[in-house]
């Protein structure tokens, strides 16, 4: 069964809102929207280049994939764009590969977020101790970067320490049980050992035996990843509550010996938890409905960060700060932008953005970028530096405290984005229930 | 008089674009065997009407010694008709195209940082930027697409780059499909299906498979990425397969 949350205006074709605000992409402000059967490659409406452009930009906004292969044959028209996406909303979940569409059957399979944590390592160093640490000069991370402070776990303090205390926080403020769960879904990009983080954090909560444990991948993307999955099995029926935890300490791994300031110094530590539970066993109180997700894959920027472990120990990184600078903030507008549309909810009335958050300078340019509020992203790098796949969980679980202030009917929708080495990228949204 | 050895490219059904190779006169003896690319076009437009001749076919010509505006470089006005002396086989334009411009990196391409289209799909460069309009490359995969009947290819680069949905203008490639959806019933799916399984086959594993990557003339400011050729050139009796 599909999940069906996408809100839109009264009486609105999300089709045709989605299909009207991408085809003026391709053109000027002044071409009149095109009558629905004109072929608009043959009336020059639109070239060859902006026809598939068009396509594309429709696929991503809508979540239906391979819309060019279903128009093969068909006539380039608005009418075939339009048909081809109510058909394919027709189509059963099971039989269809792609990510869910918006026009999928409605289902009755809401996902809340009903509680969340996040927790950064007690020592806080200022950022010229670690200018200092990396052999750099004194003032480089603040005055680049503009990170002021970074978190970093204390000897006592590891994934497994951090990652449990977030999630034991979270199912208390829920009123829950760690025996309630069913699975723990865990994320780091730090943690490599074995037993994997989810069953260590498994056997720390004193979950059911029969409750699963999943770690998933994808770096700084992970708790979005982690978040899909959880969705997938609430919403398929195999589970009610599940935890979705993030853990990483990068000051053991990223230390001066083995990686260079620019890429090192960027980084602290920190978790994040959030408890997700099916929306009709939810008991009341605060929550926010997960919308749908949208993932992909920028291979064109994978060169410009790569990690990998060296023989003989140590890390081989490769890191072209400026390129992946441009390549993240590129990248996360277009999330934004692809989100706002499928979602159908305005950039403009969104109460948070939970994003990656690399350093303060590049979320200012982000949020200038989008043209909103550099207030509306929670600033966790600039004293915490990039947590990783707990960044975006840290900037999250802000967003969702700022909105538990708020009284429930000036709650705002949450935008979630994040990147991850490859170039991964993903989005979603959150609606308050 | 001077020899160029024909390596058509074409960017519309109605206008062909031509390439050739020039053996690179301007570097040392020991160098030689390099090869330059050039564009020849007509005195008033970017391509041809008509052009008889051949990928392969070795043509006698007079050029005038002007090069175009960046990033067409190539371009090259042609002074008189050509006269095909020669022609050599498929493998040994590849192998002569090799020795030309070539980049295992998108930036290396043209010589100038590429960007993608936040709106949708397709991959430019400023022409302020670039330093050429063609280039050479192989890649680490291919795929072709049949994409709202617009032929598309994605391809990954040595480097690790990705460039997707870049429209194939290759004239022999563009015959060859439009040749594929002439016949018989379900021709989109069937072409589809030969360019999913037996493409990777036919192509990916001939030992004279090579791409070159061209672009397009400004548009708004921005020249687009395109697949100006493919190697291996498909074969008619392809089209018995599906």
Redesign the interface.
């Known amino acids: 069964m599909a999940l069906r949350q996408t809100p839109s205006l009264k009486g609105e074709d999300p089709f045709r809102r989605i299909i009207e605000a991408c085809f003026r992409r391709e053109v000027d402000s002044a071409t009149p929207f095109p009558n629905e059967t004109e072929d608009l490659i043959e009336t020059g409406i639109l070239d060859s280049m902006a026809w598939v452009s068009f396509l594309r930009a429709v696929e991503t906004a809508s979540g239906v994939s391979d819309l060019g292969s279903v128009l093969n044959e068909q006539p380039a028209s608005i009418a075939s764009v339009l048909a081809a996406l109510r058909e394919s909303s027709k189509k059963p979940l099971a039989s269809d590969h792609s990510q869910r569409g918006i026009g999928r059957p409605a289902g009755t399979l809401s996902v809340l977020i009903t509680a969340s944590c996040s927790a950064q390592g007690s020592r806080v160093v200022p950022s010229e101790e670690v200018d200092h640490a990396f052999g750099m000069p004194i003032g480089k991370l603040r005055k680049r970067a503009g990170i002021e402070s970074l978190a970093y776990a204390t000897k006592r303090e590891n994934e497994l320490t951090l990652g449990a205390k977030t999630a034991e926080e979270a199912l208390r403020d829920a009123s829950y049980g760690a025996q309630e769960l069913d699975w723990i879904i865990a994320t780091s990009e730090t943690h490599h050992d074995y037993p994997a983080l989810s069953a260590q954090l498994h056997s720390r909560l004193l979950a059911r035996e029969n409750c699963g444990a999943l770690d998933v991948g994808g770096g700084c993307l992970g708790l979005l990843n982690a978040l899909a999955v959880a969705q997938s099995l609430i919403a398929s029926g195999v589970a009610r509550t599940i935890a979705v935890v993030t853990a990483d300490v990068h000051s053991r791994t990223l230390t001066p010996d083995c990686v260079a300031g620019e890429f090192g110094g960027l980084f602290g530590d920190g978790a994040s938890a959030f408890l997700l539970r099916r929306e009709e066993d939810a008991r009341g109180g605060f929550g926010y409905r997960l919308g749908e997700f949208l993932f992909g894959c920028a291979g064109q920027y994978a060169a410009a960060i790569r990690v990998a472990g060296k023989k003989g120990g140590g890390l081989d990184v490769k890191f072209e700060g400026e390129a992946l600078s441009r390549a993240a903030i590129t990248r996360m507008e277009m999330v934004i932008s692809a989100v706002e549309m499928r979602s159908g909810i305005p950039r403009a009335s969104v109460g948070g953005f939970a994003t990656h958050q690399p350093n303060p300078r590049l979320l200012t340019l982000l949020a200038k970028q989008c043209g909103v509020s550099p207030d509306a992203f929670p600033p966790i790098c600039r004293t915490s530096g990039n947590l990783g796949s707990s960044m975006c969980g840290a900037a999250l679980h802000t967003a969702l405290q700022n909105a538990a202030r708020a009284e429930a009917r000036q709650r705002k929708p949450i935008f979630l984005t994040s990147l991850g080495p490859g170039l991964l990228f993903g989005g979603s949204w959150l609606t308050p229930a | 008089m001077e020899r160029m050895l024909c390596t058509t490219g074409f960017t519309a059904k109605t206008a062909e674009e031509l390439f050739g190779l020039l053996r690179n006169a301007a570097v040392k003896q020991r160098e030689r065997q390099k090869f330059q690319s050039i564009r020849p076009i007509p005195a008033s437009a970017h391509s041809w009407n008509y052009f008889p001749h051949q990928r392969g076919d070795i043509l006698e010509f007079s050029l005038t010694p002007f090069s175009g505006a960046s990033p067409h470089v190539e371009d090259r006005v042609s002074m008189r008709d050509f006269r095909k002396t020669a022609a050599v086989a498929e493998p040994e334009v590849a192998s002569y195209l090799g020795k030309a411009e070539c980049s295992d990196?998108?930036r290396g391409l043209f010589e100038c940082a590429?960007h993608?289209?936040?709106?949708?799909?397709?991959?430019y460069a400023y022409p302020t930027e670039a330093r050429r309009s063609i280039c050479g490359c192989h890649t680490k995969n291919l795929r072709l697409?049949?994409?709202?009947?617009?032929l598309?290819a994605t391809l990954?680069l040595f480097?690790?780059?990705?460039?997707?949905?870049l429209?194939v203008v290759d004239r022999d490639w563009l015959d060859f499909t439009d040749a594929a959806?002439n016949r018989g019933a379900n021709?989109?799916?069937r072409l589809?299906r030969f360019l999913n399984s037996q493409f990777q086959y036919k192509i990916m594993s001939c030992p004279h498979y090579f791409v070159r990557i061209g672009l397009t003339r400004p548009y708004r400011e921005a020249c687009?990425l395109m697949l100006d050729t493919l190697f291996p050139i498909p074969k008619a009796d392809w089209l018995e397969e599906f």
């Open positions: 990196s998108l590429i993608e289209n936040r709106q949708g799909s397709g991959v697409e049949l994409y709202g009947n617009e598309r990954v480097s690790g780059e990705v460039a997707r949905d429209p959806e021709r989109a799916a589809e687009w």
